[in-house]
């Protein structure tokens, strides 16, 4: 089945500058990554996602890149802003579909 | 269009009791899936259902079960409450076959 580890679960930054979470999955099956923001006491919400087909996808401030070979897909959130504290999870499919196979989070501190 | 909800927001049980959650999916989604999120944690996948049947299932232990209805709307019951039972419930909807899954708002249930 899959595993996905995901680092740091930690990241503090400065407004402005940029933050990039790390996840790593086992099964070369998936092929599907979505990135999800939960802020305090809210529903995990779908901000980004790409599938095995493509290696970048960008929206506005956010883009995730992927690396099959490796086995790792990444968030990068630019200019960063105090809003964008939240935890984020990276998820990837079990066995290679639906349902997903979620990170630990990392917890993100916008500081202004 | 409207988005996934559930019911009730929040519960509060004690030991042994048994506990019913309810989820109605996003307009046009027919598959469920359910998801455990201790505190601090990322969701873990309990069971997904599709057509009315469960349609896999996460290392999660029989007083565990639901029901889909013919409108894809779903219950999550547990039998037998535990302490560690303690968390946020997350239903999740999707077209079967499609990948992006979309959130509830989620009953935190407290096992005292």
């Known amino acids: 089945g899959e595993n996905v580890e995901q680092h740091p679960s930690t990241l503090s930054v400065q407004e402005g500058d940029s933050a990039v979470i790390k996840c790593t999955y086992s099964?070369?099956?998936?092929?599907?990554f979505p990135w999800y923001k939960q802020e305090l006491g809210k529903r995990p919400q779908l901000i980004i996602d790409i599938r095995s087909n493509v290696g970048e996808k960008k929206d506005q401030r956010i883009a995730v890149t992927l690396n099959k070979t490796a086995k790792h897909f990444s968030l990068h959130i630019t200019e960063t802003q105090p809003e964008d504290s939240a935890v984020y999870f990276c998820?990837?499919?079990?066995?290679?579909?639906?349902?997903?196979?979620f990170g630990k989070g990392t917890r993100l501190s916008v500081i202004a | 269009e409207t988005g996934v909800t559930q019911s009730p927001t929040h519960l509060i049980k004690t030991r042994g009791q048994q506990v019913t959650l309810r989820c109605s999916s996003q307009?046009?989604?027919?598959?469920v899936s359910w998801y455990q999120q201790a505190l601090g944690q990322g969701p873990q996948f309990i069971f997904q259902?599709?057509?009315?049947?469960?349609?896999g299932r996460g290392n999660f232990p029989p007083r565990f079960s639901g029901l889909q209805f013919p409108n894809y709307s779903s219950e999550l019951n547990v039998n037998a409450l535990e302490l560690d039972d303690s968390a946020l419930y997350l239903c999740a909807s999707s077209l079967a076959g499609g990948n992006e899954q979309f959130f509830g708002p989620g009953t935190r249930l407290t096992v005292l």
């Open positions: 099964d070369s099956a998936s092929n599907y």
């Open positions: 259902y599709y057509r009315e049947e469960e349609n």
């Open positions: 998820a990837a499919p079990k066995g290679g579909n639906t349902p997903l196979v």
């Open positions: 307009s046009g989604h027919n598959t």
